[in-house]
């Protein structure tokens, strides 16, 4: 008797939205086999449900449900589809009560917002949307914040620069993780802490970077300093490193602004190239291998002439301005290069 009794109550917990799942797969697919298959797949459909519509009591006034690509994605490969990301679902603050507020005030005083404050306050929302994202596990693309502040992707584009240029920090976004798009900020970070002494695992804390990520970028800003010092052009560079010849140049500016002699020496390279190649043309350079050796050893010391004038107009030249301490880091860590 108790039994059957039993048997009627665990009959109510059988018609949730899981048994659901598991008799449409028995009777609509006709999938046959092992019932704990069946189980595991409807479990995970129902998982899936969950991520993708959470609970109503979990969001607050003016928050959105978003799909993004998840954080844990590493730099993508040639060819990757955007179906192939995997996907994370992120609650966004896209309106918080202090908008509400300001909006309020705005109306009260009757100038409303103007161009400045609108650009302000957009900024202010991206930068919010792109760190609850990255904090929830999830990197919003540009893409995606056009979509959400209803602005155009030229007009993020000017946000994003706006803010890297008044602020210490670098937004953790999708092409700024992953290393996407042609824009050098993340790169004009790293370096410029790397420059100022901080060793790597501060620089991924402080960047919102993997500490392989900083590394590689380490790696190859050292490498175009080095070619640039061995006097290699472009195209040189290009080659020998692997890079791309956008990216070589990114780095090569990011060398000469720290280290202005060697901007100097390239120009001094590529003058003499120049001129080589004028006097190629008029016949000029032609003679005994003695003429040629002496004309190249004429060469080598107006080069060595030029290199050390430059030196020393760059040691009294300004250093470009170093980035404020962020707070919670040791300052004696600056000078502790790994």
Not at 32 to 53: F, N, P, Q, T
Not at 307 to 315: I, L, R, S, T
Request: net charge positive; proline share 4%.
């Amino acid at each position: 008797m108790k039994k059957e009794q039993g048997s009627r109550y665990s009959s109510i917990a059988k018609r949730s939205f899981f048994y659901a799942i598991v008799r449409l797969l028995e009777t609509e697919y006709k999938i046959i086999g092992s019932k704990k298959v069946i189980l595991m797949i409807a479990e995970d459909i129902e998982r899936l449900h969950k991520e993708y519509y959470p609970d109503m009591e979990r969001r607050s006034l003016g928050e959105i449900v978003w799909q993004t690509t998840a954080a844990t994605e590493k730099k993508p490969h040639y060819g990757k589809k955007a179906e192939d990301y995997e996907v994370k679902t992120v609650i966004l603050p896209l309106v918080t009560k202090e908008d509400i507020e300001e909006k309020i005030k705005g109306s009260y005083d009757g100038r409303g917002l103007t161009n400045q404050k609108q650009m302000e306050r957009d900024i202010r929302v991206m930068a919010r949307l792109v760190k609850s994202a990255y904090e929830q596990g999830g990197l919003l693309s540009g893409a995606e914040i056009c979509c959400l502040l209803n602005r155009s992707l030229s007009v993020i584009g000017r946000y994003m620069r706006v803010y890297h240029e008044t602020h210490s920090d670098i937004l953790p976004t999708k092409g700024m993780i992953l290393d996407q798009g042609s824009k050098p900020t993340h790169k004009a970070s790293i370096v410029n802490l790397y420059e100022q002494g901080y060793p790597e695992v501060d620089i991924a804390r402080l960047t919102n970077h993997s500490i392989d990520a900083v590394s590689r970028y380490i790696k190859n800003y050292k490498n175009v300093k080095l070619l640039l010092e061995k006097s290699f052009n472009l195209m040189e560079m290009v080659r020998i490193s692997g890079m791309g010849r956008q990216t070589v140049i990114q780095y090569r500016e990011l060398v000469e602004l720290y280290h202005p002699e060697l901007k100097y020496l390239r120009a001094d390279n590529e003058n003499n190239s120049d001129e080589d190649k004028e006097h190629e043309s008029k016949g000029e350079i032609k003679g005994t291998d003695e003429d040629k050796s002496k004309n190249e050893d004429k060469r080598k010391l107006k080069r060595h002439n030029k290199k050390d004038a430059a030196k020393k107009d760059a040691a009294g030249a300004i250093e470009p301005p170093p980035m404020l301490t962020p707070v919670g880091v040791n300052p004696s860590f600056r000078n502790h290069r790994h």
